[in-house]
Nanobody, 114 residues
Framework: QVQLVESGGGLVQPGGSLRLSCTAS????????MGWYRQGPGKEREFVASIRMNGITTHAEAVKGRFTISRDDTKNILYLQMTNLKPDDTAVYYC????????WGQGTQVFVSS
């Protein structure tokens, strides 16, 4: 099973920015798709963004225009650039990858507060 390790979370003020990284133990081009999900306090896990093998991206309406998913094919890293962060973005962010099965990282905490 592929290993996914997230990093880059932390405390940020509203309006601030963070970039999350997800380092994969296999080539990011080997996955049908990779993506980010999040789970806020007292909430269910929800879709944030995804990128397909062919590079096509999808972003949830709640983050469209503020978050951008991308990947570095040479470093096998998936990114989530987050800008104009809001308190509602507070959550544990999880990286996921799909090949023959779905794999998840351990998550990284993002806390947006003044």
């Amino acid at each position: 099973q592929v290993q996914l390790v997230e990093s880059g979370g932390g405390l940020v003020q509203p309006g601030g920015s963070l970039r999350l990284s997800c380092t994969a133990s296999a080539s990011v081009l080997s996955f049908h798709a990779m993506g980010w999900y999040r789970q806020g306090p007292g909430k269910e896990r929800e879709f944030v963004a995804s990128i397909r093998m062919n590079g096509i991206t999808t972003h949830a309406e709640a983050v469209k225009g503020r978050f951008t998913i991308s990947r570095d094919d040479t470093k096998n890293i998936l990114y989530l650039q987050m800008t104009n962060l809001k308190p509602d973005d507070t959550a544990v962010y999880y990286c996921t990858a799909i090949d023959n099965q779905r794999s998840w990282g351990q998550g990284t905490q993002v806390f947006v507060s003044s």
